[in-house]
Structure formats: C-alpha cells, structure tokens
C-alpha cells in the first residue's frame, strides 16, 4: 500500500526499439486519489531518479485519461492494465512498470501495438456501408439484439488479452480474443453479417481460431469485461459450421 509521504516507481526503460533496456527508480509525492499516470506526469515535470541523478522523462501512450482510448496499457506490478485507471493506493509498492512484452518497444513503455488493427482488418471488423450512393435506412436492430452487442463493442483496443494470452506469440501467429470477439459483433449486427463468411474464412488456418488453447486469461485482465471466452466458442461453432457445410458442398 502507498505511504502517506511517497510513492516509490520503478521502471523498465528503453531508450529505443533496439537497444538495451534498463531500471530506473523514481520517488513522487504521495496524493490522495493518484494513478499511474499522474505518477508518470510528476516524473515528467521532474526527471531525476530517487537517488537525485537527472534523467529524461519516461515515454507512454496515453490520451483519454478515463479508460476509454486504449493507449495506456502496460504491465503493472507484472499484470496487464491500464495505466489511467490504475490506483496507486491499491497497488504494492514498489510499483513496477515495464513496457507490454508481445509488441516491439518503442521506447520505454510506449508499445507497438499496430497488430491489433491488421487483425481487425483482415476479419474485415467493419459493417460494409460505403457506397457513393445512399443506401437508405439500415434494418432495425431489436432492443434484444443491441443489449447483446453492446457489451462487445465496448472494446477498446488496448491488446492486454493479447498481452496475457499464453498462445499469443510470434509461433502461432494468432490473432487474439479482441479480434475474435469484433467478428461475434459484426456477424450478428443485420448489415455487418454480410461479410460473416469472408470473416470466418479469416479466422480458418494459420493465426485463426484454432490456436486459442481456452487458458481464459484474456477474460480475466480485459478493462471493459468483455465476454471473451463466450465469443470465442460461439465464433468457433461458426466456423465449424461454415467449414463442414463446405465440406459437405464439395
Ligand atoms: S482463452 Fe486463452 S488462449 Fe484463448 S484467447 Fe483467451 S487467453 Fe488466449
Ligand atoms: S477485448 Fe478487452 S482486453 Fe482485449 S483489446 Fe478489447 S478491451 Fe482490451
Ligand atoms: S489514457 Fe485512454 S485508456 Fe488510459
């Protein structure tokens, strides 16, 4: 628990995507109702290290500050999270921060996290209305239909399901919860479903569906309480039954 004097940081830093990464140690004042970032900001406004060596100020993503852009995200105290919303008071101190491990480092905790958009653009995680023309009013969703949507589309891309997804790696090749669940959320909207097949042909092969070993961290460390694993066996059924049918077709 944070004392009522200081907050004691310590911090993986990296001064670029290739070279070495390095501790530094930082002591803030405690205030009241502090998170992460604040900690980082005081850092900012002065960068020298606990034991008073200057230093530069750490880099991180962050935007919204409410847990609602995604950009945050980092290991703290060893587990996937999101900085903004992230207390000190409930957090072991030392407090430490490292960068996410699966994404290159851009520097310090900054992280590379573009994949999650090219997966969500190869399950084409979009509903197919472009057009130069207008297309008219779009079917009616039932108030049914929107409470099962909503709490998917409240992800916010910030990769800690891939973070602490024990198959997500550069062997597999997997796509991840987040991707899985946006194909759940767009095959069942009434436009979006256009596209379920080449979306769950996206999901068969290399990277798909089948990589997911069911290890359910990825529920666990998701900010938005996204029903993960649920998608990803509904999506599987979708995809055995697409693969069967064609099977069948032949
Ligand atoms: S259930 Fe396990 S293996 Fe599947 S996406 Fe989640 S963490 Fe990864
Ligand atoms: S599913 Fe959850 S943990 Fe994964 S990217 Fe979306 S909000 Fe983040
Ligand atoms: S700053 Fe946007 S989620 Fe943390």
């Not at 900001?41 to 960068?47: G, K, L, N, Q, V």
């Not at 847990?67 to 919303?85: D, F, P, T």
């Amino acid at each position: 628990m944070a004392n009522n004097k200081s907050v004691i940081i310590k911090i993986k830093r990296q001064n670029t995507p290739t070279s070495k990464s390095y501790w530094e140690e930082f002591s803030v004042p405690y205030r009241p109702n502090m998170n992460v970032i604040s900690a980082l900001m005081d850092i900012a406004a002065e960068p020298s290290t606990r034991d008073g060596k200057a230093t530069t100020p750490i880099t991180y993503d962050s935007n919204c500050l409410e847990e609602v852009c995604g950009s945050c995200a980092m290991l703290i105290n060893g587990k996937a999270r999101m900085a903004c919303s992230a207390l000190i008071d409930s957090l072991e101190q030392p407090i430490r921060l490292e960068p996410f491990s699966k994404f290159p480092v851009v520097r310090d905790l900054a992280t590379d996290r573009s994949v999650i958009f090219e997966n969500l653009k190869a399950v084409k995680a979009w509903v197919p209305i472009d057009g130069t023309y207008d297309l008219g009013a779009g079917p009616r969703m039932s108030a049914e239909e929107q409470e099962a949507a909503y709490p998917i589309s409240r992800c916010i891309s910030c990769t800690c399901c891939m973070e602490a997804c024990p198959q997500f790696n550069e062997d597999t090749g997997f796509v991840g919860a987040a991707t899985i669940a946006q194909v759940r959320l767009f095959n069942t909207h009434p436009t979006g479903k256009a596209l379920q097949r080449e979306r769950l042909t996206a999901l068969m092969g290399d990277g798909g569906i089948q990589e997911c070993g069911y290890a359910q961290n990825c529920v666990e460390v998701c900010p938005k309480d996204i029903p993960l694993t649920k998608s990803i066996s509904e999506v599987s059924g979708q995809v055995m039954k697409q693969a069967l049918g064609d099977l069948l077709r032949r």
